[in-house]
Nanobody, 124 residues
Framework: QVQLVESGGGLVQAGGSLRLSCAASAASGTIFSTNLMGWYRQAPGKQRELVATVTSGGSTNYPDSVKGRFTISRDNAKNTVYLQMTSLKPEDTAVYFC???????????????WGQGTQVTVSS
């Protein structure tokens, strides 16, 4: 079984920065491969929304709400995706979830996996 483990959330003042990390890991001997990885967020009372995605080749995608402020990157060797957030605004406050499309030898199929979420709070 593959798990996505997030870290890096917290409380920051408006205009500040935070860096989130998400690592895909599995028990020793588990064969897996990651394709599309991304970050999503969900604020109270709202639907989960896309924040950024990155392919294994490094192509990125952002909605207008974060473009120019957030940068997604990944380390394929470590199966880790990062989200550098700058110029944070109070409206960026949400639980941030890591999502990844992962192929496992045990299932011989691609499946979407989610992390447990990490809280980001931006104070005004």
């Amino acid at each position: 079984q593959v798990q996505l483990v997030e870290s890096g959330g917290g409380l920051v003042q408006a205009g500040g920065s935070l860096r989130l990390s998400c690592a895909a890991s599995a028990a020793s001997g588990t064969i897996f491969s990651t394709n599309l990885m991304g970050w999503y967020r969900q604020a109270p009372g709202k639907q989960r929304e896309l924040v950024a995605t990155v392919t294994s080749g490094g192509s990125t995608n952002y909605p207008d709400s974060v473009k120019g402020r957030f940068t997604i990157s990944r380390d394929n060797a470590k199966n880790t995706v990062y989200l550098q957030m700058t110029s944070l605004k109070p409206e960026d406050t949400a639980v941030y979830f890591c999502g990844a499309n992962i192929w496992t030898a045990s299932y011989r199929a691609w499946n979407l996996y989610w992390g447990q979420g990490t809280q980001v709070t931006v104070s005004s």
